[in-house]
Structures are given as structure tokens and as C-alpha cells.
């Protein structure tokens, strides 16, 4: 895949489709998490909440990995790895970005009242990767 084959890969609109992130522990340990994502050409952003384990751990160190993958063949997939931000807070950039996220996952019509229903999510995971490698039929 190309530059603008991981793009297109990375934004249809599949509710399956959940990035990966790994992390680190304090002890040096991998950890992953699933999550909803958006990639905006350059960074991946993720919404969240500063209390999850995964965001202190990103505090603590921001290198990360992010791989996204189709879950039926002939599978593809796109692999990331750099340092992320957290951003936290009630300004209308944030509010956009959750948006822009939730759309992705979930019908037009229930974006709303679905953000709503989180109102203690007030964090942006900005992921910005160094590399990207993409993979497809398996290799």
C-alpha cells in the first residue's frame, strides 16, 4: 500500500474496523487496547478519558505502537509507531474531534445523544507516528 492506500484504508467507514494501541507498563510490560479512532493524513486521534491505564501510561512514556487490521481475508492491515499527546479539556476543537470520531462508528442520528452520554470523556489521544508500514494479502 501507498501513501494514499493506508489513508483510504484507514478512513472507510466500518464500524469494525478498531485500531490497536500498545503501550507500555511502568514495569516495562506491553499492554493493547482496542479503540475507535480517526486518522486525519498524519496522526491518528483517539477519545478517551485521562484515568484509563493506557493514557497514564502515555503520560509517563509517549512512544507507542498503533496497528489497524481487516478482520476477514484477504486481510490488510497498517502498522504505526511514534509519540503521542493528550489533550484534555471543554473547548470546541476537542468537542469537533469527538465528533469526528463517534461518526465514524455510529449512525449520524445517535452521535449526539451518544457523546452525551460520556460526559466525563474530555480527553484527545493524538497519536503521530514516525513510521507506517501497511500490509495486505497477509505480508
Do not use: C, N
Not at 470523556?121 to 501497511?134: E, G, Q, Y
Request: no cysteine.
Amino acid at each position: 500500500m501507498d501513501d494514499r492506500d493506508v489513508q483510504a484504508f484507514l478512513d472507510r467507514q466500518d464500524p469494525g474496523l478498531l485500531g490497536v494501541l500498545g503501550t507500555t507498563t511502568p514495569d516495562g510490560a506491553p499492554r493493547v487496547v482496542p479503540l475507535w479512532f480517526r486518522y486525519d493524513g498524519t496522526a491518528v486521534h483517539v477519545w478517551t478519558t485521562e484515568t484509563r491505564h493506557w493514557v497514564r501510561h502515555i503520560k509517563r512514556d509517549p512512544r507507542f505502537a498503533f496497528s489497524v487490521q481487516e478482520a476477514a481475508p484477504p486481510y490488510a492491515g497498517v502498522i504505526m509507531h511514534g509519540h503521542a499527546e493528550v489533550t484534555t479539556g471543554d473547548d470546541d476543537e476537542i468537542s469537533e474531534e469527538i465528533r469526528r470520531i463517534t461518526r465514524r462508528y455510529i449512525p449520524a442520528a445517535e452521535v449526539e445523544p451518544y457523546i452525551a452520554s460520556w460526559p466525563q470523556l474530555r480527553t484527545i489521544v493524538t497519536l503521530r507516528p514516525d513510521r507506517v508500514k501497511a500490509w495486505s494479502r497477509g505480508y
